[in-house]
């Protein structure tokens, strides 16, 4: 089955730098790949998507990139401000056929934001 | 429009006992998912269910089932609890066709 790869664990940053975190999957068949973002004791929010026709998607301070050939995608927040401070997961599915509505995780990434 | 709801919030049992937890979509969604998530493990797939059928099972014991009913409300259950079944249990909803899904709360279930 898929398996997911997170790096880094843990990122510590100063407000106003950049932040990325990268993921790599194992099966080529996967075509979505979206990003949580988790404060504690909240529920995963999805921050931002991208599906395998597409290289780059942008939502002003969030970026994902996708190189399928690689088989890795990485989160780019740039100008990052405290409350950005959270887990971050990135997943990965592929639509229809036996993986419906399943998504694999990777671990997870605690970024932390200092004022 | 509302969001995912999940209840209880939070749930004490002891070993041995069974539990039900359930998941009300938002509204329209006709695909519930349901993932186990704990530190050791992180966010693991339990299950998916559409229009009442099980499309997709993740690799939990029998131990663990679910189902949905036709107005796409969603239940799971584990009997014969276990202390490493304590974790967070959350359900997602989608339209079911693509793939982006939108997270309940969750339930927070602790085995004594």
């Known amino acids: 089955g898929e398996n997911v790869e997170q790096h880094p664990s843990t990122l510590s940053v100063q407000e106003g730098d950049s932040a990325v975190i990268k993921c790599t999957y194992s099966?080529?068949?996967?075509?979505?790949f979206p990003w949580y973002k988790q404060e504690l004791g909240k529920r995963p929010q999805l921050i931002i998507d991208?599906?395998?026709?597409?290289g780059e998607k942008k939502d002003q301070r969030i970026a994902v990139t996708l190189n399928k050939t690689a088989k890795h995608f990485s989160l780019h927040i740039t100008e990052t401000q405290p409350e950005d401070s959270a887990v971050y997961f990135c997943?990965?599915?592929?639509?229809?056929?036996?993986?419906?509505?399943?998504?694999?995780f990777g671990q997870g990434t605690i970024l932390t934001v200092h004022p | 429009k509302a969001g995912v709801t999940q209840t209880p919030r939070y749930l004490i049992k002891t070993r041995g006992q069974q539990v039900t937890l359930s998941c009300s979509p938002i509204?329209?969604?006709?695909?519930v998912s349901w993932y186990q998530q704990t530190p050791g493990q992180g966010l693991q797939f339990l299950f998916e269910?559409?229009?009442?059928?099980?499309?997709n099972k993740g690799n939990f014991p029998g131990r663990f089932s679910g189902r949905q009913f036709s107005n796409s409300r969603s239940e799971m259950n584990v009997s014969t609890l276990e202390l490493g079944d304590s974790a967070l249990y959350l359900c997602?909803?989608?339209?079911?066709?693509?793939?982006?899904?939108?997270f309940g709360p969750g339930t927070r279930l602790t085995v004594l």
């Open positions: 997602a909803s989608s339209r079911g066709f693509e793939d982006t899904q939108y």
């Open positions: 099966d080529s068949a996967s075509n979505y």
């Open positions: 991208i599906r395998s026709n597409v």
């Open positions: 997943a990965a599915s592929t639509s229809g056929g036996t993986s419906y509505g399943k998504l694999t």
């Open positions: 509204s329209g969604h006709r695909s």
């Open positions: 269910y559409f229009s009442e059928t099980q499309r």
